[in-house]
């Protein structure tokens, strides 16, 4: 789903992604990780350090993202919050 082979630039660009989720949809923190094996690695996120439970969501075949939020995420928001990364995503191929 994420096609840039350069690390440094799918850092920054899950974090500008991540910074965005956090101001427009008042989250706590947003990270992404992509599977290596049978383990998660940490790509890229924003936000602070909360201590709510984050929701994971696996948006590809190895890319993953947690949304820490100190509310429950409605079906709505987190429809919203995952077609807007999905869009995101999507421009980058």
Same mark, same amino acid.
């Given at each position: 789903? *994420?096609? *840039?082979?350069?690390? #440094? /630039? #799918?850092?920054?660009?899950?974090? /500008? *992604? &991540?910074?965005?989720?956090?101001?427009?949809? !008042?989250l706590?923190?947003? @990270?992404?990780?992509?599977?290596? !094996?049978?383990?998660?690695?940490?790509?890229? !996120?924003? !936000?602070?350090? &909360?201590? @709510?439970?984050s929701e994971?969501?696996?948006?590809?075949?190895?890319l @993953?993202?947690? *949304?820490? &939020?100190n509310?429950?995420l409605?079906?709505?928001?987190?429809?919203?919050?995952?077609?807007?990364?999905?869009? /995101?995503?999507r421009?980058?191929?």
């Open positions: 789903m *994420i096609f *840039i082979s350069n690390e #440094k /630039e #799918k850092e920054r660009v899950l974090s /500008e *992604i &991540s910074k965005t989720l956090c101001e427009n949809f !008042g706590k923190k947003v @990270y992404f990780a992509e599977s290596v !094996g049978r383990r998660l690695h940490h790509i890229a !996120g924003y !936000g602070e350090e &909360s201590f @709510y439970p994971k969501f696996h948006l590809s075949h190895n @993953y993202v947690f *949304i820490e &939020s509310e429950e409605k079906d709505d928001r987190r429809e919203k919050i995952l077609d807007f990364i999905e869009r /995101e995503l421009r980058l191929k």
